[in-house]
């Protein structure tokens, strides 16, 4: 625990986040000899932990477990001086400098932040669901749609991003289906016609999974028809939950500039925040790309981006 009265305690950088992004930045932060502070957060290593294969990330032809990933990413940044603590930041006050940070297990003061908390997917909550992740279940059809090839799929919501989901799906699968609790999608219209007029894509309008089966990997849904209370099983080799994404924002809020949707809204070409001295990178600015390289390229910019803050400080 720091004392946050002490300025002898007072830190270069503090990191919220472990995952590709955070990581990032504390290797950069490190080497140019920060001795940066990471809080890992409860899920340490972010959504790359629920990920088996990763087939995309640059480096590894034959893939990595997305768990294996994030322990190589961890130990490279340990090697080179990054402190990391498990647990969450529960407050922040970023009214002035230094900033302070409450943790569970005290409290912590920085002359500058990067924050790389993620965003988390939107999920159905069924236990089904949680169990069969990475075994047919998936969240980004950019990541896992590969292992989908010749197989027949669904994808689950109604909005552009099942739209997209779905699309970019029939890359590979054989059959995708979209299955949409209402009678008409909330999408723009150019992405519902291209879904709409795609020969490989189907639609199951006014129904929501109510059970996802299979064990060990996803073998069918069972699905209920929201008007007619019909309840039918659908044999599939994959689930696609595509409702949206949540930034891990709301620390922040009322603090730094965000989006409608919570994104922390960052400068063009950097990851400066609406506060000098507060950095953003990865997932928790990034609602278009939200790949773990990319991820990375922006937390190697946010290390930068602080370390030349730090050096223009009296």
Same mark, same amino acid.
């Given at each position: 625990?720091?004392?946050?009265?002490?300025?002898?305690?007072?830190?270069?950088?503090?990191?919220?986040?472990?995952?590709?992004? *955070?990581?990032? /930045?504390?290797?950069?932060?490190?080497?140019a000899?920060?001795?940066?502070?990471?809080?890992?957060?409860?899920?340490?290593?972010?959504?790359?932990?629920?990920?088996?294969?990763?087939?995309?990330?640059?480096?590894?032809?034959? *893939?990595?477990?997305?768990?294996?990933?994030?322990k190589?990413?961890?130990?490279? /940044?340990?090697?080179?001086?990054?402190?990391?603590?498990?647990?969450?930041?529960?407050?922040?006050?970023?009214?002035?400098?230094?900033?302070?940070?409450?943790?569970e297990?005290?409290?912590?003061s920085?002359?500058?932040l990067?924050?790389?908390?993620?965003?988390?997917?939107?999920?159905?909550?069924?236990?089904?669901?949680?169990?069969?992740?990475?075994?047919?279940?998936?969240?980004?059809?950019?990541?896992?749609?590969?292992?989908?090839?010749?197989?027949?799929?669904i994808?689950?919501? *109604?909005g552009?991003?099942?739209?997209?989901?779905?699309t970019?799906?029939t890359?590979?699968?054989?059959?995708?289906?979209?299955?949409?609790?209402?009678?008409?999608?909330?999408?723009?219209?150019?992405?519902?016609?291209?879904?709409?007029?795609h020969?490989?894509?189907?639609?199951?309008?006014?129904?929501?999974?109510?059970?996802?089966? *299979?064990?060990?990997?996803?073998?069918?849904?069972?699905?209920?028809n929201v008007?007619?209370?019909?309840?039918?099983?659908?044999?599939?080799?994959g689930?696609?939950?595509?409702?949206?994404?949540?930034?891990?924002?709301?620390?922040?809020?009322?603090?730094?500039?965000m989006?409608?949707?919570?994104?922390?809204?960052?400068?063009?070409?950097?990851?400066?925040?609406?506060?000098?001295?507060?950095?953003?990178?990865?997932?928790?600015?990034?609602?278009?790309?939200?790949?773990?390289?990319?991820?990375?390229?922006?937390?190697?910019?946010?290390?930068?981006?602080?370390?030349?803050?730090?050096?223009?400080?009296?």
């Open positions: 625990m720091t004392n946050s009265s002490d300025p002898k305690n007072v830190r270069d950088v503090v990191i919220i986040g472990s995952g590709p992004a *955070g990581l990032t /930045a504390a290797l950069y932060a490190a080497r000899d920060l001795k940066p502070l990471l809080i890992e957060g409860t899920q340490a290593g972010g959504q790359l932990m629920i990920t088996t294969d990763v087939e995309n990330y640059p480096g590894f032809p034959e *893939g990595i477990l997305g768990p294996e990933l994030m190589q990413m961890r130990t490279q /940044a340990e090697r080179f001086g990054t402190e990391l603590i498990r647990g969450d930041i529960t407050a922040v006050d970023l009214k002035k400098t230094p900033f302070h940070l409450t943790a297990e005290g409290t912590y920085t002359r500058s990067i924050i790389a908390s993620g965003a988390s997917a939107k999920l159905l909550g069924l236990p089904s669901e949680r169990r069969l992740m990475g075994r047919g279940v998936s969240a980004c059809a950019t990541c896992d749609g590969f292992f989908f090839r010749g197989k027949e799929v994808v689950i919501g *109604g552009d991003t099942a739209m997209e989901e779905a970019f799906l890359k590979f699968a054989s059959k995708v289906t979209i299955v949409h609790r209402r009678d008409r999608f909330r999408c723009s219209k150019i992405m519902e016609g291209r879904a709409r007029t020969r490989q894509i189907g639609i199951i309008w006014d129904t929501v999974v109510e059970e996802i089966l *299979g064990d060990p990997v996803v073998t069918g849904a069972r699905l209920k008007k007619t209370g019909n309840v039918t099983e659908m044999k599939i080799d689930v696609f939950v595509a409702i949206g994404h949540e930034p891990n924002t709301k620390l922040f809020a009322g603090q730094l500039n989006d409608e949707r919570g994104y922390i809204v960052t400068k063009k070409e950097t990851t400066e925040t609406s506060l000098p001295g507060v950095f953003a990178a990865g997932d928790v600015q990034d609602p278009r790309y939200r790949q773990a390289v990319t991820a990375a390229g922006t937390g190697c910019m946010a290390a930068m981006d602080a370390e030349k803050y730090l050096e223009s400080l009296p």
